[in-house]
């Protein structure tokens, strides 16, 4: 009996050693950072940049690898379907996370189920822009022209159910307003019909419009920030008109397949965290227009239960489709 416990002790501590060194091996392999959409975009720039820092924080190799297909649930249904084991993470927008799966039937995961959350890594508002010539100066403006015009101010979007079109739905839900709604195929051609004139106004994340409204193409009119822009300071908020439930972000976050051992889960999120906040790194993000979140896997857990609820909603208020 003595000899059968020795043999189990040695055996369990054989495992243990080699789950250990198995454990601190990692990054033993190369690291996809899989984004779901096609390289360019804001997404796509965060996993860039997080790449050659993690690579220097954690060792091994990180690689970008772009999924693009049916607004990011392509991507996103690879990653639920890979490995829990650290070798393939997911960086994505807000879309295939919280408003893809109330829009497009039968995603390929379950958005609330299907990862591991990690952090959310940056987020950035959304500005009111219309053109230079636009007769609208200010946001008191638009409320009172929507006002004596139901139905008549037009919106450009990027696409239906897109982050400009869903916060300018929440903005009409909120003020008791309606808009016309004119979606695109994509944020360039929205932003040279907006710019010609051809539409009235749009919702664009602070990335995409800082340069037209710091050229004097476009003018600002307000921000759905919970406190002004350093980048746009003149440009008041939603809140401060009143509107206190139209507090919008575009943010980026990261996740994994479900399973993602602790121990990795918590390299990573320091790693990421770290790199974010790197004197080379941060200061040309604010720049951007990104804020640095870098919240705790389980503060990113309830924001996404609360964004998930939250889009779910405007879009059944707004009984908007994905077509």
Do not use: C
Request: proline letters at 7%.
């Amino acid at each position: 009996m003595k000899k059968l416990l020795t043999t189990l002790a040695i055996g369990l501590a054989a495992v243990a050693t080699a789950t250990g060194a198995h454990a601190q091996a990692w990054p033993a392999k190369p690291v996809t950072l899989l984004v779901p959409f096609p390289p360019g975009g804001s997404t796509d720039l965060i996993a860039r940049t997080l790449a050659p820092q993690l690579q220097t924080r954690l060792g091994g190799t990180f690689i970008i690898e772009n999924k693009a297909g049916a607004t990011g649930t392509v991507g996103a249904g690879l990653v639920k379907r890979a490995a829990p084991d650290g070798y393939t993470i997911f960086v994505s927008s807000l879309g295939p996370y919280v408003i893809a799966p109330h829009l497009i039937k039968n995603v390929p995961y379950d958005a609330l189920k299907d990862f591991d959350y990690i952090t959310v890594a940056v987020q950035a508002p959304n500005v009111l822009a219309v053109p230079a010539a636009s007769p609208h100066k200010t946001l008191a403006d638009v409320l009172a022209y929507h006002k004596a015009n139901p139905g008549k101010m037009s919106f450009a979007s990027s696409g239906n159910g897109s982050s400009d079109h869903l916060t300018a739905e929440l903005f009409w839900q909120e003020t008791k307003t309606t808009g016309l709604h004119v979606p695109y195929k994509g944020g360039a051609p929205a932003m040279a019909d907006l710019l010609g004139g051809q539409v009235d106004a749009t919702f664009m994340n602070i990335n995409t419009g800082l340069p037209n409204i710091l050229a004097g193409k476009l003018r600002a009119l307000a921000i759905t920030s919970a406190k002004r822009s350093p980048l746009l300071p003149d440009v008041p908020t939603l809140e401060e008109a009143g509107i206190k439930g139209a507090t919008v972000y575009s943010w980026q976050a990261i996740a994994a397949p479900k399973g993602l051992p602790a121990d990795i889960k918590a390299k990573l999120h320091e790693a990421i965290v770290a790199s974010l906040n790197d004197a080379a790194v941060k200061p040309k993000l604010l720049e951007l227009g990104f804020e640095i979140v870098g919240n705790t896997p389980d503060q990113f857990t309830a924001f996404q239960a609360a964004e998930f609820a939250r889009w779910k909603k405007v879009i059944e208020v707004g009984k908007i489709t994905a077509d």
